[in-house]
C-alpha cells in the first residue's frame, strides 16, 4: 500500500521560489514584487525566535482596542486618555523576553512592556502588540497597522457594535486575510453598549458577515472590556493559539497559499516529437539550399567522372562546362579553407526562402506552445524570433562547413586506360589506311593491308576503338549516374545533419527550454498552492 508523503511548508516555499525564478519576466511586476516580499518575510520570520507567538490586535477608531488589551492582562500598559484616543506606535506586551528582542526589532516594535504573570498559564511565550488604528488620519499610523498585519503570526480583529459591519473593515482588511482564518480571531468588544437580548443577534451577524469575508466558521468572542464580560473566554483562546506552536507555521503557510493564489497559471503544453523537430529541420534545409547543394553534388560528379571516364577524343568538351560546385563557392579547391571567414557563393535567401524559415519555426512554436497562456506564448514567441533571426547566416554557415564529397571512383583509373587504348586503336587504324594511301603517291613502295575474314585490320582498329569507346562511355555513364545519386543522398543526408545541429542549437533547445521552464513553473506552482 502507498502512500503519499504530505506536502509541508518547507516544499511550497521551495516551489514559491521556483515559480519566482521560472517566472522571471513572465511575471506582472505587482505579483513579483509580492512573491519576493514573501519568501523574505518568510525566511525572516523562520529565523527569529521560533519558541515565540506574535499576536496582533487590530481595530478601528474608537473599537476599543488598547481598553481591551489592559483588561486581558490585567494592568493599564497601554495608552487610553481621552486626549489621546489612538495609539501612535506599535506597543508589546511579553512575559519571557529571552529572545524576543530580535523579532521585536525586525517588527519595529520599539515600546516594549514585560509582565510577570502570563494572561493565560499557557500563554508564556506569547508576544501580544497593541497597533494603531488601522483607519487612523494619521497616514504613518495606518502604514503601521498595515505592516505588522502582513507580519505576526495571528491576528485579532476587535470591532464594536456600531461600526462592526464597516465596509471599509471588511473589504480592505478582513476579506484580504481570509486565508488566515486559522489563526485569526474576531472580537465583539462593548457589548456592554448593547441590550442584552440584543448581543446574540449581532454576533450571528457578525459572524455571518465575516464568513462572507472568505474565513468559514469564524470564531466571534463577545467581550467587554469594561465589565470583563468575555475576558476569560478570550485569554483562553488566545492561550490556545500560543500554547498550539502552530500559529507561526500557519500564518506563513497561509501567506503562501494567498500570494499563490494570485500567481497566473502558465498552461499546459506537449513537448514536440521528434517527427515534428525532423519536419522543421528538413524544411530549414530546403530552404537554406540543402537540395540545390545535394544536387550539385551529383552533377559535379557526373562531370568529372564524364572527363575521367569518356572517350578522350570528346571527353574534353566536358572540361569547357564550369563545375556546379565551384559555382556555389563549394568546389574542391575549397577544400581545406575555414568557412567562418567567408560565405559560401549561394545567393542570399530568397523572399520564400526567408518566409519559409520563419513560416516553419513560427509553425513550429505554436504547436508546441498550444495549451499555454497568452503570456508564456508571447514569450517563447520571442525566442523563436531570436532564432529566425539568427539563423539565416548560421545556416549558410552549416551548409558551407558541411564537408562534401569530392573524391572520384576507383573504376575511373580503369575506365580512363581503357578509353585511352580504344582511342589509340582508333589512332592507329587511322594512321594505318591513311599510311597504305598516301605512301605510293609520294613515291614510296605500297604495302598490302591486311585482312580478317574480309575486314581490314586497320577498319577493325578504327571500328574496335570506337565501339569500345562508345561502350565504355555509356557503362560509365549508367556507373556515374548510380553513383551520382548515391552520393546526392549522402550529401543531403550530411548537410541535412549540419543543418539539424544549427536547427537544435540555435531554435529547437531554447524553445524546449522555455517549454520546460513553462512546466517546472506549472509544477512548482501547483505545489505552492
Do not use: C
Not at 261 to 289: C, E, H
Not at 387 to 403: F, G
Amino acid at each position: 500500500m502507498s502512500s503519499k508523503r504530505k506536502v509541508g511548508l518547507d516544499d511550497r516555499l521551495a516551489a514559491l521560489a521556483t515559480v519566482r525564478a521560472t517566472g522571471e519576466g513572465r511575471l506582472p511586476d505587482a505579483i513579483a514584487r509580492q512573491l519576493d516580499a514573501v519568501l523574505t518575510h518568510v525566511t525572516e520570520r523562520r529565523k527569529r525566535s521560533p519558541e515565540h507567538t506574535v499576536i496582533g490586535v487590530f481595530g478601528a477608531t474608537g473599537s476599543g482596542k488598547s481598553s481591551l488589551v489592559n483588561a486581558l492582562v490585567g494592568q493599564d500598559v497601554a495608552t487610553t486618555h481621552v486626549r489621546r484616543p489612538t495609539t501612535s506606535e506599535a506597543h508589546s506586551v511579553s512575559w519571557d523576553p529571552n529572545g524576543a528582542s530580535e523579532l521585536l526589532d525586525w517588527l519595529q516594535v520599539r515600546k516594549r512592556t514585560v509582565l510577570d504573570d502570563p494572561l493565560d498559564p499557557r500563554a508564556s511565550t506569547l508576544l501580544l502588540l497593541d497597533l494603531p488604528d488601522f483607519d487612523s488620519i494619521e497616514r504613518a499610523n495606518r502604514d503601521i497597522a498595515e505592516r505588522l498585519a502582513g507580519q505576526v503570526d495571528a491576528l485579532m480583529w476587535v470591532v464594536d457594535p456600531q461600526k462592526y459591519a464597516d465596509e471599509v473593515l471588511h473589504a480592505q482588511f478582513i476579506a484580504p486575510h481570509a486565508k488566515h482564518s486559522a489563526v485569526t480571531l474576531i472580537v465583539l468588544n462593548q457589548i456592554d453598549l448593547l441590550p442584552a437580548d440584543q448581543v446574540n443577534p449581532v454576533v450571528d451577524s457578525l459572524r455571518g458577515i465575516v464568513e462572507r469575508d472568505g474565513i468559514p466558521g469564524a470564531r466571534v468572542i463577545p467581550v467587554s472590556a469594561r465589565t470583563g464580560a468575555g475576558i476569560p473566554q478570550l485569554r483562553t483562546a488566545l492561550g490556545d493559539l500560543t500554547a498550539a506552536k502552530k500559529a507561526r507555521e500557519a500564518r506563513l503557510a497561509a501567506d503562501v497559499t494567498t500570494v499563490a493564489a494570485t500567481v497566473p497559471d502558465a498552461g499546459s503544453a506537449k513537448r514536440p516529437t521528434a517527427r515534428d523537430t525532423n519536419a522543421l529541420i528538413a524544411s530549414l534545409g530546403t530552404a537554406a539550399g540543402a537540395d540545390v547543394v545535394a544536387n550539385a553534388v551529383a552533377r559535379s560528379y557526373r562531370k568529372r567522372a564524364g572527363q575521367a571516364t569518356g572517350w578522350p577524343v570528346v571527353s574534353w568538351v566536358l572540361r569547357l562546362r564550369p563545375d556546379p560546385l565551384a559555382r556555389l563557392g563549394l568546389g574542391p579547391s575549397r577544400r581545406g579553407d575555414d568557412p567562418a571567414f567567408h560565405r559560401t557563393s549561394m545567393p542570399a535567401l530568397s523572399a520564400g526562402a526567408a518566409a519559409q524559415v520563419s513560416l516553419s519555426v513560427r509553425g513550429y512554436t505554436d504547436a508546441a506552445t498550444e495549451g499555454l497562456t497568452d503570456t508564456w506564448r508571447t514569450g517563447i514567441r520571442t525566442t523563436a524570433d531570436q532564432a529566425i533571426a539568427e539563423l539565416p547566416a548560421q545556416l549558410d554557415l552549416a551548409i558551407a562547413s558541411t564537408p562534401l564529397p569530392a573524391k572520384g571512383s576507383w573504376w575511373w583509373v580503369i575506365f580512363g586506360i581503357l578509353q585511352w587504348i580504344s582511342a589509340l586503336a582508333a589512332l592507329v587504324g587511322i594512321g594505318w589506311l591513311l599510311g597504305a594511301a598516301l605512301l605510293p603517291s609520294v613515291g614510296l613502295p605500297a604495302f598490302e593491308v591486311p585482312k580478317v575474314e574480309g575486314w581490314a585490320v586497320p577498319t577493325l582498329f578504327i571500328a574496335g576503338g570506337v565501339a569500345l569507346g562508345i561502350l565504355l562511355g555509356l557503362l560509365g555513364g549508367v556507373l556515374a549516374a548510380a553513383t551520382s545519386a548515391g552520393r546526392r543522398r549522402s550529401t543531403r543526408k550530411r548537410l541535412l545533419g549540419s543543418v539539424g545541429a544549427v536547427v537544435t542549437q540555435t531554435a529547437v533547445t531554447p524553445i524546449l527550454t522555455e517549454l520546460d521552464r513553462a512546466r517546472d513553473y506549472s509544477a512548482a506552482l501547483t505545489l505552492a498552492r
